[in-house]
């Protein structure tokens, strides 16, 4: 889940960058297995002019 450029909406960045991105880094801290995990995160930024 993530925000596009195509509906840019503040509230909507500050939800997922702010809140939804730091919660699944705390989820993964308290994570109780053992078993090594892989987590592949891809960003892409772009501005565009008019």
């Given amino acids: 889940m993530a ?5 840019f909406e503040e509230d909507q960045y500050e939800k997922f960058y702010g809140q ?3 919660a699944l880094v705390d989820a993964l ?4 297995g053992r078993r090594p995990l892989h987590v592949t995160y891809l960003s892409s930024a772009g ?3 008019d």
Wanted: proline share 7%.
């Fill in 29 to 32: 801290r308290q994570r109780q």
């Fill in 20 to 22: 939804a991105v730091p």
């Fill in 47 to 49: 501005v565009y002019g």
């Fill in 3 to 7: 925000t596009t450029t195509a509906n």
